[in-house]
C-alpha cells in the first residue's frame, strides 16, 4: 500500500472502487478508511468527477479526515446511516443523493454514546446531501444522544447544503428521568448552511435543561428555501439556542402553517431572521425574536399572564409595600446603614447596607401579604449595588397559609447585581428572601430594591385611570386643580382661598 498512501494520504481508488455508480463501492472505501486508522494516517481521499454507488453504510474512524473532490457524487440507495462520523472524524466535500425512497435514516449521524466534547476536532464542511427520490424522508444531519452520559459538543459544520429531506438537521436526545445520569446535546457551532425544500429545516428536539437537554447550539448565516413540503423552517424545544439567518417564500408552504415553531418546554433561545414576529408561532418563555422589517426601535410590549417581565418602575406592585403590607427583617444581623422601607423607594440612592453577615446566621427578609393577598404574581426581584451584592440568594414563598414554603430560586456564589426568581403564585401570602455572605473583599452588601409583576395589579409606582390608592400628597400649583362631577353631570373644580376654605366653580 506504500503507493496508496504517499504523504500520508491513503487513496481510496488504491482499494479498489469502481466508480462505474452501480456496483457498490462502499467495502472499498470502508477499507481505505480502516487503513489509515490502523496505520496512523490522518487523510482518505475520494477524488474525480465519478459517480460512487453505495449501498451499505460508511464508518469514518476517529482522527480520520474523509475527503471528496468537489466533483465527486456518491449514490445512495438502501437505509441505512450513510456516514457515521466517531470522535475527531471529519467529512468534507463532495455531494450524497439519496435515491431510494425508503430512505428514512441519516445522511451524516453522530451519536452521543462517542462523548464527542470540548477539545474534539470534529466537522462536517463544504459537503451537499441532497435527496432525489421524491419522498422528502430521511434526515441530513442528525445528532443523536439515546442514554445516559450521552453527549455531543463542540461539534463545528460549515457550508453544507441540503435538499429535500424530512429533517435537514436534527439534534435529538431521547427522555431521561434520572436527572443525575443526563444526556445532552449542546454548544455546538451550524454555519452558512442552505436549507432547501425540507418539510423540517432545522429541528431540535429535547427539552431545555438535563436530564436531557438540547441548548445553546449556534446556527448562523443560513439561508433557507421554503417549498410545498416544507412543514416547519425551524422547530426548537430546548434553550439558549440561537438562530440568525434568513427565510426565503414562506408562503408556499401548505396549509398556512407557522415557519417557526417555539414549542411549550422552549425558553430563552434567539431567533434572529427576516420574518416577521407576527408569523412565529412562539408557545415558549422569553425566546427573543427580532426582524429588521419591524421597528428601528425595540418595543417592549405589555406584559401578558405567563410572561414575566418588568420595565422599569412602572409594572413594579412593590413601590411602597413597606406601606401597604407588613415587611419586616425576621432574622440575621441590623443592617449597619438605611432602613428596610428604602427597598421599596423609587429613590435610587437609598438602600439597605449589612457588613460581614455569615452563611450560618443569614439576613431573612419577609414580606407578608396576608390581610391583602396578591393575586397572580408572576416575577419578584431584588437588584443590589454595583459590586456589593450578597454570595448566596434564596427566595421563598408561601401559596396557603397553613401550606409549606416554597423555594423559587435558590442561587449560590451570585455575581449578578440583580437577581430575579420566577414566583408563580395565584394568591400569595408571603415571600421571604434570605441572603449571607458577600462577593467583594469588603464584605458587605446594599439592597437597592426589591421589586415584583402581577398578571393582576398594576404597577405601584403610577396612579392608574382604573383607580389607585395614594401613599403620599398630591400638590397642585395655583390655578391647578381636582375637577369633580355631580350628580346631575355638572363639572365643578375645587379652589381654596387664603383661609383655607375649600369651594367650587361651575365649568
Not at 480 to 502: A, E, F, H, M, Y
Request: a neutral charge; hydrophobic letters at 35%; aromatic letters at 10%.
Amino acid at each position: 500500500m506504500e503507493n496508496c498512501s504517499e504523504e500520508r494520504i491513503v487513496d481510496a481508488a488504491c482499494f479498489g472502487v469502481k466508480r462505474d455508480g452501480v456496483t457498490d463501492d462502499a467495502p472499498a472505501i470502508q477499507q481505505a478508511i480502516d487503513y489509515a486508522a490502523s496505520n496512523n494516517l490522518s487523510r482518505v481521499l475520494l477524488t474525480g468527477n465519478y459517480t460512487y454507488a453505495i449501498a451499505s453504510p460508511l464508518v469514518i474512524k476517529p482522527s480520520v479526515s474523509f475527503e471528496m473532490d468537489s466533483g465527486t457524487k456518491l449514490k445512495v440507495t438502501g437505509n441505512y446511516h450513510v456516514f457515521t462520523l466517531q470522535k475527531d472524524a471529519s467529512i468534507s466535500g463532495g455531494t450524497v443523493e439519496v435515491t431510494d425512497p425508503s430512505f428514512t435514516s441519516s445522511v451524516i449521524y453522530l451519536h452521543g454514546s462517542r462523548q464527542l466534547e470540548t477539545g474534539n476536532k470534529t466537522t462536517i464542511s463544504n459537503i451537499s446531501m441532497i435527496n432525489t427520490s421524491g419522498a422528502y424522508n430521511g434526515k441530513g444531519i442528525y445528532f443523536y444522544c439515546q442514554k445516559a452520559w450521552d453527549f455531543i459538543s463542540f461539534v463545528n459544520v460549515s457550508f453544507v447544503h441540503l435538499r429535500n429531506f424530512e429533517r435537514g438537521v436534527l439534534l435529538q436526545t431521547e427522555k431521561i428521568t434520572n436527572i443525575n445520569t443526563p444526556a445532552w446535546i449542546n454548544a455546538n457551532n451550524f454555519s452558512y448552511l442552505s436549507i432547501d425544500g425540507c418539510q423540517y429545516g432545522i429541528d431540535v428536539a429535547g427539552i431545555s435543561d438535563v436530564p436531557y437537554e438540547t441548548s445553546g447550539n449556534s446556527f448562523s448565516h443560513f439561508q433557507m428555501q421554503c417549498r410545498s413540503q416544507t412543514k416547519r423552517a425551524i422547530k426548537c424545544s430546548g434553550a439558549y439556542n440561537t438562530f440568525e439567518g434568513h427565510i426565503w417564500d414562506t408562503y408556499l408552504m401548505n396549509g398556512g402553517q407557522p415557519p417557526v415553531e417555539f414549542t411549550s418546554i422552549s425558553h430563552r433561545n434567539q431567533l434572529a431572521s427576516n420574518l416577521l414576529s407576527t408569523v412565529i408561532l412562539n408557545n415558549g418563555q422569553y425566546n427573543d425574536i427580532t426582524s429588521p422589517f419591524e421597528q428601528t426601535r425595540n418595543i417592549f410590549a405589555p406584559g401578558l399572564p405567563g410572561k414575566p417581565d418588568i420595565i422599569g418602575n412602572q409594572d413594579d406592585i412593590f413601590v411602597q409595600a413597606d406601606k401597604k403590607y407588613t415587611v419586616k427583617q425576621i432574622a440575621g444581623k441590623a443592617p449597619y446603614g438605611g432602613s428596610i422601607s428604602n427597598c421599596f423607594s423609587l429613590v435610587d440612592e437609598q438602600s439597605m447596607n449589612y457588613l460581614d453577615v455569615p452563611a450560618s446566621a443569614p439576613v431573612v427578609i419577609e414580606m407578608d401579604f396576608t390581610a391583602n393577598p396578591i393575586k397572580m404574581l408572576n416575577m419578584a426581584g431584588v437588584s443590589f449595588g454595583w459590586g456589593e451584592s450578597p454570595k448566596n440568594i434564596k427566595f421563598e414563598y408561601l401559596t396557603a397559609l397553613d401550606g409549606a414554603w416554597t423555594t423559587a430560586k435558590d442561587v449560590k456564589n451570585n455575581l449578578g447585581n440583580t437577581v430575579t426568581a420566577e414566583v408563580r403564585a395565584n394568591t400569595l401570602y408571603k415571600m421571604r428572601l434570605t441572603l449571607s455572605e458577600y462577593t467583594k473583599d469588603h464584605k458587605r452588601f446594599r439592597i437597592n430594591r426589591i421589586f415584583g409583576t402581577s398578571s393582576m395589579m398594576p404597577g405601584s409606582s403610577w396612579v392608574a385611570t382604573s383607580g389607585s390608592k395614594m401613599y403620599g400628597n398630591l400638590e397642585f400649583q395655583q390655578g391647578n386643580s381636582l375637577i369633580l362631577k355631580s350628580p346631575d353631570g355638572q363639572s365643578w373644580k375645587l379652589s381654596v382661598d387664603n383661609t383655607g376654605k375649600v369651594s367650587g366653580t361651575k365649568i
